[in-house]
């Protein structure tokens, strides 16, 4: 419980998948933001927490993070076409997946939108974003996720979530950010967030 209550910040959980053997490597870290990098990089700290590892073919198995590195087999046939991280409890702790498992969430949700409930598309929205924008993921990761999942999201807060992050998105690179969205063919979330302005 000391690191919750003594030690600033919260977790980065990064989740490697190995889809041919099974394996999920499950590593945490501080989550630290540019601003936070002001203060410098304080001692190495790790949190105790658990997270629920959820599959597309129905497999939910609870794995309890103590140390940097867990690494977990799953078995190559329970994990199917995708693994991601289910929030638990209100745990507190952002989640970053390999690029291979960013694509197949990404499908996952282009091809059936309610495979995820709305909590968990928030959760993958939020982090995406919050990732990119402290360069721990690539842009493209979130502005595809966007493309992919908002077209036909009807939900208004993840629409907020998109928006709030193309705004800042906006803020950071200026006119060049256009180009950017462009050039993933977001016209129609940018169209969408320029009439909100």
Same mark, same amino acid.
């Given at each position: 419980?000391?690191?919750?209550?003594?030690?600033?910040?919260? &977790?980065?959980?990064?989740? /490697?998948?190995?889809?041919?053997?099974?394996?999920?490597?499950?590593?945490?870290? $501080?989550? !630290?933001?540019?601003?936070?990098?002001?203060?410098?990089?304080?001692?190495?700290?790790?949190?105790?927490?658990?997270?629920?590892? $959820?599959? /597309?073919?129905?497999?939910?198995? +609870?794995?309890?993070?103590?140390?940097?590195?867990?690494?977990?087999?799953?078995? $190559?046939?329970?994990?199917?076409?995708?693994?991601?991280?289910?929030?638990?409890? $209100?745990? #507190?702790?952002?989640?970053?997946?390999?690029?291979?498992?960013?694509?197949?969430?990404?499908?996952?949700?282009?091809?059936? +939108? /309610?495979?995820?409930? *709305?909590?968990?598309? +928030?959760?993958?929205?939020?982090? *995406?974003?919050?990732?990119?924008?402290?360069?721990?993921?690539?842009?493209?990761? &979130?502005?595809?996720?966007?493309?992919? +999942?908002?077209?036909?999201?009807?939900?208004?807060?993840?629409?907020?979530?998109?928006?709030?992050?193309?705004?800042?998105?906006? *803020?950071?690179?200026?006119?060049? /950010?256009?180009? !950017? #969205?462009?050039?993933?063919?977001? &016209?129609?979330?940018?169209? *969408?967030?320029?009439?909100?302005?």
């Amino acid at each position: 419980m000391k690191p919750w209550i003594e030690e600033w910040g919260y &977790p980065l959980v990064s989740v /490697s998948v190995d889809y041919d053997s099974g394996d999920v490597t499950i590593r945490q870290k $501080r989550f !630290v933001s540019e601003l936070n990098k002001v203060y410098g990089q304080p001692s190495s700290v790790t949190w105790t927490f658990q997270v629920l590892l $959820r599959t /597309s073919v129905g497999v939910h198995l +609870a794995v309890w993070v103590d140390r940097e590195v867990t690494v977990v087999n799953m078995g $190559r046939d329970q994990m199917g076409q995708w693994v991601m991280v289910e929030t638990v409890d $209100r745990s #507190c702790y952002r989640v970053n997946y390999d690029f291979t498992t960013w694509r197949r969430l990404t499908r996952a949700i282009s091809q059936n +939108a /309610s495979v995820f409930s *709305s909590a968990q598309k +928030a959760d993958l929205f939020d982090d *995406s974003w919050a990732l990119a924008f402290t360069g721990q993921t690539p842009l493209e990761v &979130p502005l595809t996720l966007s493309l992919f +999942a908002v077209v036909n999201e009807t939900e208004d807060y993840l629409w907020e979530i998109v928006l709030h992050n193309m705004n800042s998105l906006i *803020s950071i690179y200026g006119d060049s /950010s256009i180009q !950017v #969205c462009h050039s993933f063919r977001l &016209p129609v979330i940018f169209r *969408s967030f320029r009439f909100q302005q």
